[in-house]
């Protein structure tokens, strides 16, 4: 059964760039997965954040686009995530999440990380 | 903005049923695209309670349902318990100029009265 695993700084100054990583256990980084990074600012609700495939395929959400970058490590078994220009509103429980990758369909994530909360202040 | 728009909260009596709508357009769940309803309580991850539109995880009760038509889904809930009060979120994928991407809707509270 897979399991993930979220690390990383839970204080992050504003204008630098916010690191987590995902760590996969039970399972192969390389299996038929997409591998997700979604948010939820406290209070709020869940914004999806974008997500790899073992080959390095990404996609991104529109709106973050230009600020985030998700990279695979096989060697480590884990996933990461970083969000440069980093501002208050990027303060959140910031969650890992997994879906099937199958052909012609779009699956539900079902697995999920416990989350860690990540808040941008001086 | 949420691309999905869902009632902010709904609410019922124990034993009553309920139904969350989550709306969207011809660009996500209109343009065929599953949708999948997920349950957080408080202080948890997000769980999966529909996938497909209709199919339940093994574990779900059966009092748990869901639906799509057009460009709209909906969640029903039978049998209200106090367990079920949490959060749920619909969850489609969305086709722009930008590529294909994950939304999620806004979020409906429901209250256990």
């Known amino acids: 059964q897979v399991q993930l695993q979220e690390s990383g700084p839970g204080l992050v100054k504003p204008s630098g760039t916010l690191s987590l990583t995902c760590a996969v256990s039970?399972?192969?980084?390389?299996?038929?997965?997409?591998w997700s990074w979604v948010r939820q600012p406290p209070g709020m609700g869940l914004e999806w954040i974008g997500e790899?495939?073992?080959?390095?395929?990404?996609s991104y959400n529109p709106s973050l686009k230009s600020r985030v970058t998700i990279s695979v490590d096989k060697s480590k078994n884990q996933f990461s995530l970083k969000l440069s220009s980093v501002t208050a509103a990027d303060t959140a429980v910031y969650y890992c999440?997994?879906?099937?990758?199958?052909?012609?369909?779009?699956?539900?994530?079902?697995?999920w990380g416990q989350g860690t909360m990540v808040t941008v202040s001086s | 903005q949420s691309v999905l728009t869902q009632p902010p909260s709904v609410s019922g009596a124990p034993g009553q049923r309920v139904t969350i709508s989550c709306t969207g357009s011809s660009s996500n769940i209109g343009a065929g695209y599953d949708v999948h309803w997920y349950q957080q309580l408080p202080g948890t991850a997000p769980k999966v309670l529909i996938y497909g539109n209709s199919n339940r995880p093994s574990g779900v009760p059966d009092r748990f349902s869901g639906s799509k038509s057009g460009t709209s889904a909906s969640l029903a809930i039978t049998g209200l318990q106090a367990e079920d009060e949490a959060d749920y979120y619909c969850?489609?994928?969305?086709?722009?100029?930008?590529?294909?991407?994950?939304?999620f809707g806004g979020g409906t509270k429901l209250t256990v009265l």
């Open positions: 969850q489609s994928y969305d086709s722009s100029l930008s590529g294909r991407a994950v939304v």
């Open positions: 999440a997994s879906r099937l990758a199958v052909a012609g369909t779009l699956r539900a994530f079902d697995i």
């Open positions: 790899i495939y073992h080959s390095g395929s990404t």
């Open positions: 039970g399972g192969s980084i390389s299996s038929s997965n997409w």
